[in-house]
């Protein structure tokens, strides 16, 4: 294991089983991710990307090999300390945003603080700051549907690093949005990266998004490919 | 606080599916709530019978008569405190839909076998003194405007002829469940009639009303009386009050056993209906829960979820219910009369209402939470996508 490593995956296979038939999607995988790095996952549909990341970000369990994350082995963790290890240190980012529609964005970045002993006062402090640091102080009283799309990842972002986890995760973060407003995105994971120091391990099939990565991590068939600097 | 809020949203997320489970919720409350006060209203006057009565009729049936003269015979039994008897008059006030039980009593003995029929001491007296006045029940009274000194004419359908009751006293009951329905006359004012007209139907009486020092000495004294008759031309067959008024119920047994049958699958048809509501509910937030999984919620905070939201809406809809049963059992009193002379919702009933809209609300919720509390993140996930 690298000593500098934040993230440290080795021999790690997954398999699902369909219908009696065991189908690797990943195989004998070895990865490193310093602290403070930001990694594109790139790869053909179906190369296990999004795999790979659902094991870094603890919603999925291996089939075999270990994934340390700052010093622990998350593959070994029960449902419940994994639960609470993923509240503490990963924040995440999904393509379609799943913000809960019947809360206003600031309910929204309020979600992960709730896991929190936090007061709430403190707990507005931070939302009020994660939601200043997207642009969306503005629209905190807003419901999901009054917003854009671009504004819902915004929400998405401020819920990610409110509670200032040591990893954010993000699958597909500008799949759903325009180049434009997928460039706004790109801009915002670069500036927490650069400014705040998150590592963060994005999945994404566009290059040009990947080219904002200090990192690209090529995936193909399950087996990692190419690991080169952005 | 957060979770209450977050069901209270979720709740009435889709108003008008939201709105139209109630309905059904409020529908099937107040049905359930009204079918079980036709069966408790069918057995009131099981309940308001006394533990120191017995009642003597003949071993044959009902409907045949005993001596009048087994009276002093039965006063003289060891145990028995006090004796009366009764008349069934089934007459017809004005038109038959205007149906009330109407006896033909010995006022002085029945009266005092009945303490819970209050009337003033000016009104027993005016009553024992005219052998054509009545006295009636309240409830009676009021559903025909009915006052002192007012002439009832009553046609006879047992006993020919019409026969008219001037209202001495209107009592009122001691208890809730004393009844407040009936017309009560003198016995000896048709026995009379009979002697003159009907000769071999004179002298002869329903039934005995046995007054009784201690209630567990029914049975003992009950074997006391059937045994001094044992044999003769009018045997007899003497049973509690309660025993009495439960074999008037058990007559219609099916009926009622098919009513709270049907009360109980009204509530059972909601429950599936509450629980595929909950489950398509479960379905499309499948993102949602594991989303909230994803973030850090432990499968606790799903269930809780799903449960608070079923059992508010069913215990919103259960109150509704409740509180629309309340008006409704007024207008189907008013409606059946006294056919069934205190129909009014219970506070057992309430709580059984109540009760039964939790229970729905539970089982609803109980698999799609189940469900839920287990779903893949990653699964769940992709259910967005």
């Known amino acids: 294991m690298s000593d500098e490593a934040l993230i440290c995956i080795r021999g790690l296979s997954k ?39 659902n094991l870094i970000a603890g919603i999925d369990k291996p089939s075999s090999g270990s994934i340390h994350i700052g010093g622990v082995d998350i593959a070994t963790l029960s449902e419940g300390a994994l639960a609470d290890w993923r509240a503490a240190n990963v924040g995440f980012i999904f393509q ?17 603080l709730l896991l929190t002993s936090l007061s709430s006062r403190q707990r507005k402090q931070h939302v009020q700051a ?36 040591t990893l954010i995760v993000a699958d597909e973060p500008t799949g759903d949005l325009d180049r434009h407003t997928g460039e706004e995105v790109l801009s915002l994971l670069d500036n927490l990266n650069r400014s705040l120091g998150k590592t963060i391990v994005m999945v994404t099939h566009d290059p040009k998004a990947a080219s904002r990565a200090r990192r690209m991590v090529h995936l193909e068939k399950g087996v990692l490919v190419d690991d080169m600097p952005a | 606080m957060f979770l209450f809020k977050l069901l209270l949203k979720n709740a009435f997320r889709h108003k008008l599916r939201t709105g139209l489970t109630m309905v059904g919720l409020v529908v099937a409350i107040c049905a359930f709530g009204l079918l079980r006060t036709i ?63 109407q006896f033909a009593v010995d006022p002085q003995s029945y009266l005092a076998l009945y303490p819970e029929y209050q009337l003033t001491d000016e009104e027993k007296l005016a009553f024992y003194r005219d052998r054509k006045g009545c006295v009636v029940g309240k409830k009676l009274a009021d559903k025909f405007g009915w006052k002192l000194g007012d002439v009832v ?8 002829g019409t026969w008219n009751f001037a209202i001495r006293g209107i009592w009122t009951g001691a208890e809730a469940s004393t009844d407040e329905n009936q017309l009560l006359f003198h016995w000896a004012y048709i026995n ?15 039934v005995y009303i046995v007054g009784i020092n201690e209630p567990n000495n029914a049975a003992l004294i009950s074997q006391r009386i059937d045994t001094a008759f044992k044999n003769s031309l009018a045997e007899t067959l003497t049973e509690t009050e309660k025993a009495f008024q439960l074999g008037f119920v058990s007559m219609s047994e099916a009926i009622l056993v098919a009513i709270q049958a049907v009360s109980f699958i009204i509530v059972v048809i909601i429950m599936a209906v509450m629980a595929n ?40 809809g259960g109150l509704l219910g409740v509180l629309l049963t309340l008006p409704l059992a007024s207008g189907f009193g008013a409606v059946v009369g006294s056919l069934l002379p205190r129909f009014h919702v219970s506070a057992g009933t309430m709580a059984l209402q109540m009760g039964a809209a939790l229970v729905v609300g539970l089982v609803a919720a109980a698999w799609p939470a189940w469900k839920m509390s287990r779903i893949d993140i990653v699964q769940g996930l992709r259910h967005v996508a």
């Open chain 2, 39 to 101: 069966v408790s209203a069918w057995y009131a006057g099981v309940e308001s019978s006394s533990s120191t009565r017995l009642v003597t009729r003949s071993a044959v049936s009902l409907t045949f008569s005993l001596p009048q003269s087994y009276a002093g015979r039965i006063k003289a039994i060891d145990g028995v405190t006090g004796i009366s008897w009764s008349n069934w008059f089934g007459g017809i006030y004005q038109e038959p839909r205007n149906f009330f039980p």
């Open chain 2, 277 to 316: 509501t909950m489950t398509m509910t479960a379905r499309e937030r499948l993102a949602e829960y594991a989303t909230l999984k994803a973030l850090g919620f432990p499968p606790e905070f799903v269930v809780k979820l799903l449960f608070g939201e079923s059992l508010l809406i069913a215990l919103l």
């Open chain 1, 130 to 165: 994660a939601l200043e640091m997207v642009r969306l102080t503005d629209r905190m009283d807003h419901y999901p549907n009054e917003l854009s799309g671009g504004q819902q990842q915004r929400v998405a972002i401020a819920r990610a690093l409110v509670s200032d986890p």
């Open chain 2, 153 to 160: 004419p009553i046609k006879g359908t047992i006993y020919p």
């Open chain 1, 15 to 53: 398999a699902y089983t369909r219908a009696d038939q065991q189908i690797p999607v990943l195989l004998n995988i070895d990865l490193d991710v310093p602290a403070g790095d930001f990694v594109a996952l790139m790869g053909p549909s179906g190369s296990g990307k999004s795999t790979l990341l």
């Open chain 2, 192 to 206: 009379e009639t009979l002697r003159k007209r009907l000769g071999n139907r004179a002298d002869t009486v329903g």
């Open chain 1, 96 to 112: 379609f945003y799943n913000l809960m529609p019947v809360l206003t964005a600031f309910e929204n970045v309020e979600l992960p």
